[in-house]
Each structure stands twice: as structure tokens, then as C-alpha cells.
């Protein structure tokens, strides 16, 4: 399930984005509230929209089409690359083969169309709350375009950031840049007359693309925002479908353990993400997967990360575990608090690699 707040909610609602699985068997991943008889999303008493991400697939692509289409609602340019974006043949069909390389060849969670629709609504909630926080993209910063401009980069970025995995996993980022180059073209070629300002704003969004596994780390706030988006994407509605296909690893296994993910407004920073975890299982995709994508992208300054266990969960080893700086501050159930560095794998196999070449791992 999902609540996402459009932009004419303001201050007064910080919750942007909330992906949850209900407890139970893996079979019964599924939202609770229909959709009304007009097939518009359902909402909360005091008039707040409510979005749901339930299955089946279908169902589930269209209530976050849903969310993304209200969030882009004050930015035409946006909103147009958008539709032009999920209709496309192209797209639709780069979707599709990337997630039957992952999950049928690799046994690797759902990497096709509804990854890509999901991160794409955390990518909108996370470009709308950094906004409000008076955070300036790099599209803004360097003086090439608006919101509007930003607003496409991210959700033209976050949607096709993993098409390139229909080739083969390893390199998948570079492969995908030069698969989505002719969808960008089409796309933005009648938005973008200009192609002296088109070409730029294709930049951050091949940029994004290329970065968004941190290999190698995003620049940008732009490609920081595709990358954390991607990994807000880790509950057990994404682990289901692996785990039924037969995967049993690390990966299904610790999706299986988180129920929900929020993206709210922060207290201290712009952007909080919340994690639940029905059993402690889930911090190895807190760890693995979310946090080096919060600590090595330039978001690092405007997003805070926690992650709960549900007290009714199995037997519980932890019940509250923060992000500060590159290290985990967890709250043990003996009351113990316990400090430890982020194992972020990626990274040191870059450095191991560039140690054994007797370079720097920081050199230019």
C-alpha cells in the first residue's frame, strides 16, 4: 500500500510516499481499500489521497501511475515526458526483457515494469520534499533549467534505469544509457525545440542512469535522487515473486522481512525514509542496499534513514536502527545501543581492486 500526498497538500501533510506489505504469508501480498466505483484512488476522512500498491501486477502499475501523474500535475513538460514515457513500445519492451534477465536467469528480484513505476513515484515524493526543503538540483544550480526541468529528469532517469539489465547484469548501467538515448531523443524532441538546452538536460538524465548503482557514485542531486529512490524499493512485495520463482538467498529471503517503507518530511533534513522490518532479517537490505545509496550520493546531506522492528515480529534482536553518517546506531532489545560502519561491499571492492593496482582509490 501506498499514500502519497499530492503537491497542493503543503506543509500541513510531511508524509510523501509509503510502500507497505501487510504481514502474513507470501502469498497474500495485497492492500486492503479498493478503489472507488469511478476507479479514482480512495481517501482518508480528512480528504488525504490514498494510493495503494496491491497486487496483481496491473492494478498495482496503475495506482502508482496514479501517484505519479498528481505529483506531476503543476509540471507540463514533466507530466508530458511521462505519458509519452509509459506508452511507449520501446520502453514497455525494455521493461519486460530486463525483468526476464533478472528474475528467470539471475533469480534476482522484480527489476521490469513495476520496479520501475514504483521508483519512480519514491523518485517524485523524494524531488517534491528536497524541493520544499529549499534544496537546489543541479539542473537548477547550474542555471540549465526549472522544477519542471527537474521533475523530468527524475522520473525519465528513475524509469529507465535499469532497462540495461536485458543485456546482462554487469555493466547493466552503461548498457542502459545507450538503450534509452533514442527514447530520450523521441521523447524530448518536441518538448526541448532548442537542442542546445535538450542536449543538457539529457545530460543529468544519462547521468543518473549511468550512476545509479554507484558504480561509479552519482555527482548530482538528480542522480543521488534516482539512486535512493531505487533503493527505497526493498519490501517484500519486490522479493515475493523471486522467492516463488525459487530464489532462496540473502536477497528474497531479507525482502521477505520488510513490510513497509515511508518517505516523509524530516525533522532535521528534508527527507526522512522509514523502514519496517517484520524481523531483524531486514537490516541486510537497509545495509546492503538503501544506506550506501544514501551515504555515497550527494543526498547524504538531506536525508535521514531509520529502520524499526514490529514488536510482534519473531524474536527480535533489534527494535530501532539510525543512520549517522557512514555508521548504524542500533537500539538492541537488551537496551544496549550498539555502533557499527555501514558495510557498504561495492565500495570496497573498488578499493581492494584499485589497491591491488597500487592506485588510489580517490585518485583523479
Known amino acids: ?9 503543503g506543509k500541513g501533510n510531511p508524509q510523501k510516499f509509503r ?29 488525504q489521497r490514498v494510493v495503494e500498491f496491491t497486487t496483481p501486477r496491473a492494478k498495482l502499475i496503475e495506482e502508482a501511475n496514479q501517484a505519479i501523474r498528481a505529483d506531476l500535475e503543476a509540471f507540463p513538460r514533466a507530466l508530458a515526458a511521462y505519458e509519452a514515457l ?33 521508483t519512480g513515484a519514491a523518485g ?47 555493466g547493466h548501467e552503461a548498457h542502459g544509457v545507450a538503450l534509452a538515448l533514442p527514447i530520450l531523443d523521441r521523447i524530448m524532441g518536441p518538448l526541448y525545440p532548442d537542442p542546445f538546452k535538450r542536449t543538457k538536460v539529457r545530460s543529468f538524465i544519462l547521468g543518473a542512469i549511468n550512476c545509479h548503482d554507484l558504480n561509479p557514485a552519482p555527482l548530482t542531486v538528480e542522480g543521488g535522487i534516482v539512486a535512493v529512490a531505487d533503493g527505497t524499493d526493498i519490501t517484500k512485495g519486490r522479493g515475493r515473486k523471486a522467492f ?11 525482502a521477505l522481512a520488510v513490510d513497509q517503507v515511508v518517505i516523509e518530511r524530516g525533522r532535521d533534513k528534508p527527507v526522512l525514509i522509514s523502514v519496517t522490518m517484520n524481523n531483524s532479517g531486514g537490516i541486510f537490505q537497509v ?3 538503501l544506506a550506501p545509496k544514501v551515504i555515497r550520493t550527494p543526498l547524504r546531506r538531506f536525508v535521514e534513514l531509520r529502520a524499526t522492528t514490529r514488536p510482534q515480529g519473531d524474536e527480535q534482536i533489534l527494535s530501532r536502527v539510525r543512520l549517522d553518517g557512514d555508521h548504524f546506531v542500533m537500539d538492541l532489545e537488551s537496551g544496549e545501543q550498539v555502533e557499527v560502519e555501514v558495510m557498504d561491499s561495492q565500495k570496497k571492492t573498488q578499493q581492494a581492486a584499485a589497491e591491488n593496482l597500487g592506485l588510489s582509490s580517490d585518485s583523479r
Open 1 to 9: 500500500m501506498s499514500e502519497k500526498g499530492g503537491p497542493s497538500e
Open 19 to 47: 510502500l507497505s506489505v501487510e504481514s502474513g504469508v507470501v502469498s497474500d501480498v495485497a492492500g486492503r481499500n479498493e478503489a472507488g466505483r469511478d476507479g479514482a484512488a480512495p481517501t482518508t476522512p480528512n480528504g
Open 86 to 118: 509509459r506508452g511507449d513500445p520501446e520502453a514497455l519492451a525494455h521493461w519486460d526483457m530486463a525483468n526476464y534477465i533478472t528474475m528467470r536467469k539471475l533469480g534476482y528480484n522484480d527489476h521490469g515494469r513495476v520496479h520501475a513505476f514504483i
Open 124 to 170: 517524485m515524493a523524494i524531488t517534491e520534499l528536497l524541493l520544499e526543503g529549499g534544496v537546489k538540483p543541479d539542473l537548477m544550480e547550474s542555471g540549465v533549467g526549472d522544477p519542471d526541468d527537474v521533475f523530468l529528469t527524475v522520473i525519465l532517469g528513475t524509469m529507465l534505469h535499469d532497462i540495461g539489465n536485458q543485456i546482462h547484469r554487469a
Open 244 to 254: 516463488s520463482l525459487g530464489s532462496v538467498d540473502i536477497h528474497s529471503i531479507s
Open 287 to 289: 545495509e546492503e542496499i
